[in-house]
């Protein structure tokens, strides 16, 4: 059976609901059920006080049971008397006049049916003497076992000293008569409240559901829509519940998508430019070789060769990068001397800044005694590619300096060269992929645009982080914060 989610919250709801309203109403019904016995019980005690007091009387007088043990006769008409008379002195108390005189044994079978209307509970009565032996019990109330379960017992006393006890048997409902018919009709009240509430529950648990599934079939519905390609979409935020907390995270997901999406056809856009123009230098060269334009000769294969390596160095580095996203780049991490590392590099690059007519400065590294944990090969790369664009991009005569310094458990190395610097605008930019600054960072250089992208990926994979920044030298300036080797 498949049910939907709105169904199940429904369901869930209406028969938590359910379960509590049908347990208060078990509870109420017990309740009143018990109360409304106990009240019967004490009213049936109290009606029967007029022979409790009249057995009492008859014991102060005669001073034991004797006589009615001797004469059970004598004990009925004690109490048919008494219930007559009470029953008498009830109508004549209306008229203002008490005619005790009336009651004579020639009364006795009016006196009974006045006994049997009135007072039902004189048909269940028991006595029993002060050691608990059995006086007298009436006809249609035998003794048998269990019997003392089913009445209430009411003690006898004569200043007070218990002289023996009184019993009735406990109330019982029956049919047609007041006590049953006021009992019923509580009890439809109660169970007509019951069903009241069972429906309103139900319409309850129908719109809080229908309100909790609002969220989730948008959410629904939005990833059936990411699913499908339309990163645009976004679902409505309501409140600061969990629900509103994944809708917001939802919409996140689908912006990052859509960023992810827009950047992945640029990419695209931007490779196939990018390879696009070094193809169509080639062509042109070959076809004007072919066409006898130009002569084939070494100066025209030197050229053609130029832009065959500048071609291969922008397959390599969209390699390096690919591998390098994907995690697939192969690290070999050691304690390295942080040092020893940095000087291999500006030694490497001092001639060629030379031969550029640039300088080349270090400070701070021969005091540096620090160790990190790096890949050689890794680190040595990534400072070719900050190398190699300072050396590309500084105007001729102009210097880089190259610096590095302990803060705390970091290791700071800053990377400065002269001007040109990059615009404010740009600033942000310059690790975006195959972005260049057009006035200065441009093709002519032979860089492809894609180094300082892979440099922050080595970077991050070192635990570290990159950041760019205006030099106090007039041009650009590249921090790298690297996590000092403890151990």
Not at 50 to 77: C, F, T
Not at 132 to 156: F, H, Y
Not at 267 to 293: K, M, N
Not at 327 to 338: I, S
Request: charged share 30%; with cysteine.
């Amino acid at each position: 059976m498949n049910i939907r989610l709105q169904g199940k919250l429904f369901l869930a709801f209406a028969l938590a609901t359910a379960s509590v309203i049908l347990a208060v109403a078990w509870f109420t019904f017990l309740n009143f059920d018990r109360g409304f016995r106990e009240y019967l019980n004490n009213a049936a005690v109290e009606r029967t006080e007029p022979i409790r007091n009249a057995l009492v009387e008859h014991y102060r007088v005669q001073g034991s049971w004797q006589d009615l043990k001797d004469n059970p006769r004598m004990m009925r008409r004690i109490i048919f008397q008494t219930l007559s008379l009470e029953r008498q002195k009830h109508f004549q108390e209306k008229a203002g006049r008490i005619d005790a005189e009336r009651l004579n044994k020639n009364q006795e079978k009016h006196r009974r049916k006045i006994f049997e209307r009135h007072f039902r509970e004189a048909r269940f009565l028991r006595i029993y003497d002060e050691r608990g032996d059995l006086l007298m019990s009436s006809s249609k109330w035998p003794v048998t076992d269990g019997a003392k379960n089913d009445e209430i017992r009411v003690p006898l006393k004569l200043d007070g000293q218990t002289i023996g006890s009184f019993a009735i048997r406990k109330a019982k409902l029956q049919r047609n008569r007041p006590d049953y018919e006021f009992r019923r009709k509580q009890l439809q009240k109660i169970w007509g409240v019951v069903v009241f509430a069972l429906l309103v529950s139900a319409l309850l648990a129908w719109l809080l559901a229908r309100h909790l599934i609002s969220p989730i079939r948008a959410l629904a519905e939005g990833s059936k829509a990411l699913g499908e390609g339309d990163y645009s979409r976004r679902v409505d935020v309501r409140g600061n519940d969990e629900l509103a907390s994944l809708s917001r995270d939802f919409n996140q997901l689908a912006l990052t998508l859509e960023k992810n999406e827009q950047s992945r056809q640029q990419w695209i856009a931007d490779i196939s430019h990018e390879l696009r123009t070094p193809l169509a230098v080639l062509r042109g060269e070959i076809e004007a070789v072919l066409d006898g334009v130009r002569k084939f000769n070494a100066d025209n294969v030197q050229s053609l060769h130029a832009e065959v390596l500048a071609l291969s160095r922008l397959v390599d580095d969209l390699y390096q990068l690919a591998l390098s996203d994907a995690g697939a780049l192969d690290y070999r991490f050691a304690r390295e001397n942080a040092r020893e590392l940095l000087e291999m590099s500006t030694d490497a690059f001092e001639l060629r800044f030379k031969k550029a007519g640039l300088r080349l400065r270090a400070d701070g590294l021969d005091s540096l005694d620090s160790y990190i944990r790096a890949d050689r090969k890794r680190f040595a790369q990534l400072m070719h590619n900050l190398l190699e664009n300072s050396l590309r991009y500084t105007d001729a005569g102009g210097e880089a300096l190259l610096s590095a310094e302990v803060l705390e458990k970091e290791l700071r190395v800053t990377l400065q060269d002269s001007s040109p610097s990059v615009s404010p605008e740009d600033m942000p930019k310059i690790f975006e992929r195959l972005y260049r600054v057009d006035q200065s960072r441009s093709r002519e250089h032979g860089g492809s645009g894609l180094g300082l992208s892979l440099c922050q990926n080595i970077v991050e994979a070192h635990g570290g982080r990159i950041e760019a920044s205006s030099s106090a030298l007039g041009g650009l300036q590249i921090t790298l914060y690297l996590p000092v080797y403890e151990h």
